[in-house]
């Protein structure tokens, strides 16, 4: 198999609102964001087990995260992951912005959880 074929590629899918990384083919794992004006709210990543401990996550997230800085938007770190992430790479703290009640509920209604 060559690299190229192994070496892990993240692309965004605006139909689906996440991004995701895929090895060879195959889905590997996704971080799903939703829209609010100029903010990227991110609220769920996830990676596989069978590709677990490879460091897919923090990859997939650091370039949704550079991805959403060359688009010109903000980031709010509603998911977990993300918020890890963002305390140990200060880089984005510019472009990040505070997880409210009304981001968190402007995302209940946005993924309809009532």
């Known amino acids: 198999m060559t690299e190229s074929a192994t070496t892990p590629v993240v692309r965004r899918n605006d139909d689906r609102h996440r991004y995701e990384i895929l090895v060879g083919e195959q889905r590997a794992g996704l971080t799903a964001y939703r829209d609010r004006d ?4 991110f609220f769920h990543t996830e990676v596989d ?3 677990a401990g490879q460091g897919l996550a923090s990859l997939l997230v650091e370039q949704a ?3 959403v800085r060359a688009a010109g938007k903000r980031i709010v ?3 977990p992951y993300v918020a890890k992430f963002l305390k140990k790479h200060d880089e984005f703290a510019d472009i990040t912005d505070p997880v409210t009640p009304e981001v968190l509920e402007w995302l209940d209604a ?3 959880r009532r």
Request: net charge negative; charged share 25%; glycine share 0%.
């Open 110 to 112: 946005q993924l309809a």
């Open 38 to 41: 100029e903010q990227r709210v």
């Open 49 to 51: 087990e069978a590709y």
């Open 65 to 67: 995260l550079t991805d």
């Open 77 to 79: 770190p509603v998911c």
